[in-house]
């Protein structure tokens, strides 16, 4: 998959999700390379001693020099506001430094391969950029003001209309990107609801089986068919968003109950399940290449996180909420 290039970022607290998303992606796209945009020191340390193949880590500090215009913005703005600021400008960032790639693929850090995405491009075949919609379940439409499209997955082609919305993206990012709905703008992610209107070549994905997640599944009829999660009898499932998986304690949980989803048997063992454990065989990994303290925010991790794109209001409520998720598992793998 020479033409094709995925990109993503995180820092150290998200590794084991980042490295869960790597094999997941190597295991269905044999070859692909992800590059990561290391959100701190210890994560671009440990993915080095790794040596990961077709993993690339880029440090923060040299993409900031190659996006002064970016780095600007810093001072600015929380963390996390600085972080979603970063997302177009590192997917240009790697069509650049990547010259025979056709197309580069953004994926949140919490995204999980279950299927080749090989689908989606196909969909895509006429297409320049490619943004996947949120599809919120019913009872949920007021989350459409945090944008109909989801960060998760967002495609651009090496062609001039595609560069068009890209660098279009990227500077309205610089102009304004915070953690808050402000009339039609939204972090990174309400500007991506103007790109069909405004730009040609322009696809929203529209395969089930890309960007299944806690929003948007209740919605659907789900199955286990042939040993797949098959969707509406029609989709196989290629990637699980897992926002909102929290590990605490000896435990992991989710976030279904926030979208008043629920929690079958089926979601259970054949998609959690898979992923919990290859979360803590990466953790079991990373562990010994940190530091005891940042171990510890692995084993509790904050709440704002690069993959997160929810108001704060909705992210104090997440806080408070752990009694009230449901346990993905029994006792997760000690760190050791």
């Keep these: ?7 993503t ?14 094999r997941s992606l190597q295991r269905h796209a044999p070859g692909a ?6 959100l701190s020191e210890a994560c671009h340390q440990a993915l080095t001693v790794l040596d990961l193949p077709n993993l690339i880590p880029v440090r923060l500090a040299d993409f900031e020099c190659a996006n002064p215009d970016v780095a600007a913005t810093r001072s600015t703005r929380s963390l996390i506001e600085y972080y979603f600021t970063c997302s177009p400008a590192w997917m240009l960032f790697v ?3 990547k010259p025979d790639a056709e197309w580069v693929t953004y994926l949140d850090s919490d995204l999980f391969f279950f299927a080749s995405p090989d689908p989606i491009y196909d969909e895509m075949k006429d297409a ?19 944008g109909l499209y989801n960060v998760g997955w967002v495609s651009v082609r090496r062609r001039d ?7 279009w993206w990227r500077e309205r990012c610089i102009e304004w990107c915070y953690d808050r709905v402000e009339g039609d703008r939204f972090a990174d992610q309400r500007y991506l609801d103007r790109l069909p209107e405004m730009f040609g070549g322009v696809h929203v994905i529209s395969h089930l089986g890309a960007n299944l ?10 199955q286990w068919n042939d040993g797949e999660v098959e969707i509406e009898q029609r989709y196989k499932l290629l990637f699980f968003h897992f926002f909102g998986v929290k590990r605490s304690g000896g435990y992991y949980f989710n976030s279904h109950r926030l979208y008043h989803a629920p929690f079958s048997s089926l979601m259970k063992h054949k998609l959690y399940e898979p992923y919990t454990a290859a979360l803590a065989e990466a953790e079991r990994v990373v562990v010994p290449l940190l530091k005891e303290q940042q171990i510890e925010t692995i084993r509790k991790p904050v709440v704002t996180t690069p993959g997160d794109r929810l108001s704060n209001a909705f992210r104090k409520t997440r806080m408070i909420a752990n009694r009230g998720l449901d346990i993905l598992t029994g006792r997760a793998i000690a760190a050791r």
């Design 128 to 146: 320049a950029f490619g943004i996947v919609p949120h599809r919120f379940a019913r009872g949920l439409e007021g989350q459409r003001r945090f």
């Design 95 to 97: 069509l650049n430094s």
């Design 161 to 167: 209309d595609g560069i068009q919305a890209l660098r």
């Design 1 to 7: 998959m020479a033409n094709r290039a995925y990109c």
């Design 213 to 222: 997640a806690p929003w948007n599944f209740a919605d659907y009829h789900l």
């Design 33 to 38: 390379e992800l590059w990561v945009l290391c």
């Design 9 to 22: 970022y995180f820092d150290h607290n998200y590794l084991p999700r980042g490295l869960a998303l790597y």
